[in-house]
């Protein structure tokens, strides 16, 4: 039978009521414990958001299913075992971050995948180079990113984000021992900040942007086919770079056969669009940066970690197991 759902709740609404208190917690667990005493917690916490979240449970088998489709492999379709698996490789995920927080996982642990030589770029950054836009994902870890200014050798790193809580979680990643970026809140692309964004990438400082999460005030978004269904990305990255004028990269960090790979990839020489193109050229850059995601969910199926519905309208029927 058919059941009428509820509409889906912007994604950032679930993570501004409890990111800012789990963090906080996670900033003292990591003075006062290590990885191997958290684990067990982390681990129930993760287990009752899988048993008391049926949307994320739904969401996370819709992605599944239509991995599996876009890459031809249907058979056998999501369970609630592989659903429950991609929960548990969240809890990991978590602990990794712990790590990063930490200065636990350094440079030399992770494999650099650069075959064009983004990290140079980088490095020359900081003798008279402008600084380019590094478009993350929330496939695989994020926090990533903090390894960025060791991966460039102290190369200023900022991460704009759309959370009013950015003072807070700054100061509580100083707590934490991480003081490799900063976080900067941007909910529209207004001429203050643009004016100091153009200045710190004029000084040859980075920006990290995540790509898959449309800002909930802002209308700019853009619809693709993404794993062969329409989605709503961010127009905001791709705005900021061709008014910028500066290169784009993909960078997404994903854990392969137990070990970080972080994957640049060059995706723009210089942003830029012809006279009144401007729509048309951001709608094909966020189509080419979808199938380049498809192909990177492939590399670690079970490592995408947006669990409210990435697709809309949500399905209306529920597949979910009790």
């Given at each position: 039978?058919?059941?009428?759902?509820?509409?889906?709740?912007?994604?950032?609404?679930?993570?501004?009521?409890?990111?800012?208190?789990?963090?906080?917690?996670?900033?003292?667990?990591?003075?006062?414990?290590?990885?191997?005493?958290?684990?067990?917690?982390?681990?129930?916490?993760?287990?009752?958001?899988?048993?008391?979240?049926?949307?994320?449970?739904?969401?996370?088998?819709?992605?599944?299913?239509?991995?599996?489709?876009?890459?031809?492999?249907?058979?056998?379709?999501?369970?609630?075992?592989?659903?429950?698996?991609?929960?548990?490789?969240?809890?990991?995920?978590?602990?990794?971050?712990?790590?990063?927080?930490?200065?636990?996982l350094r440079f030399e642990q992770v494999q650099?995948?650069?075959?064009?030589?983004?990290?140079?770029?980088?490095?020359?950054?900081?003798?008279?180079?402008?600084?380019?836009?590094?478009?993350?994902?929330?496939?695989?870890?994020?926090?990533?990113?903090?390894?960025?200014?060791?991966?460039?050798?102290?190369?200023?790193?900022?991460?704009?984000?759309?959370?009013?809580?950015?003072?807070?979680?700054?100061?509580?990643?100083?707590?934490?021992?991480?003081?490799?970026?900063?976080?900067?809140?941007?909910?529209?692309?207004?001429?203050?900040?643009?004016?100091?964004?153009?200045?710190?990438?004029?000084?040859?400082?980075?920006?990290?942007?995540?790509?898959?999460?449309v800002p909930l005030h802002d209308g700019r978004?853009?619809?693709?086919?993404?794993?062969?269904?329409?989605?709503?990305?961010?127009?905001?990255?791709?705005?900021?770079?061709?008014?910028?004028?500066?290169?784009?990269?993909?960078?997404?960090?994903?854990?392969?056969?137990?070990?970080?790979?972080?994957?640049?990839?060059?995706?723009?020489?210089?942003?830029?669009?012809?006279?009144?193109?401007?729509?048309?050229?951001?709608?094909?850059?966020?189509?080419?940066?979808?199938?380049?995601?498809?192909?990177?969910?492939?590399?670690?199926?079970?490592?995408?970690?947006?669990?409210?519905?990435?697709?809309?309208?949500?399905?209306?029927?529920?597949?979910?197991?009790?």
């Amino acid at each position: 039978m058919n059941e009428q759902l509820a509409p889906e709740r912007h994604w950032s609404t679930h993570k501004e009521r409890g990111s800012l208190a789990l963090m906080r917690l996670t900033a003292f667990s990591v003075r006062v414990f290590g990885r191997r005493l958290l684990a067990p917690l982390l681990y129930l916490i993760v287990l009752y958001f899988f048993a008391s979240a049926r949307g994320a449970r739904r969401n996370i088998r819709q992605y599944q299913a239509y991995l599996a489709d876009w890459s031809g492999n249907a058979s056998p379709p999501p369970t609630l075992r592989s659903v429950f698996g991609q929960f548990i490789a969240f809890a990991d995920n978590l602990l990794d971050r712990l790590d990063v927080w930490r200065g636990r996982l350094r440079f030399e642990q992770v494999q650099l995948v650069d075959p064009t030589g983004i990290r140079p770029r980088l490095l020359r950054s900081q003798h008279g180079g402008r600084g380019e836009i590094l478009v993350v994902t929330h496939l695989g870890n994020p926090d990533v990113c903090r390894a960025m200014a060791e991966l460039g050798e102290q190369v200023p790193l900022n991460v704009l984000v759309h959370n009013r809580h950015v003072a807070q979680f700054n100061r509580l990643l100083g707590e934490a021992g991480d003081r490799g970026m900063r976080l900067i809140q941007v909910s529209e692309l207004e001429p203050a900040m643009m004016l100091d964004l153009s200045q710190r990438v004029e000084r040859g400082e980075w920006l990290a942007i995540a790509g898959d999460r449309v800002p909930l005030h802002d209308g700019r978004r853009v619809t693709v086919d993404f794993l062969g269904h329409r989605a709503a990305f961010p127009q905001g990255p791709w705005l900021l770079a061709g008014l910028l004028r500066c290169p784009v990269n993909l960078l997404c960090c994903l854990k392969v056969d137990g070990r970080y790979r972080i994957y640049l990839d060059p995706f723009l020489a210089m942003a830029s669009w012809e006279r009144g193109r401007r729509d048309a050229t951001i709608q094909g850059w966020v189509q080419r940066y979808a199938e380049h995601l498809s192909r990177q969910c492939l590399i670690a199926p079970r490592q995408w970690f947006n669990f409210y519905a990435y697709w809309q309208p949500a399905a209306t029927e529920s597949t979910d197991a009790n």
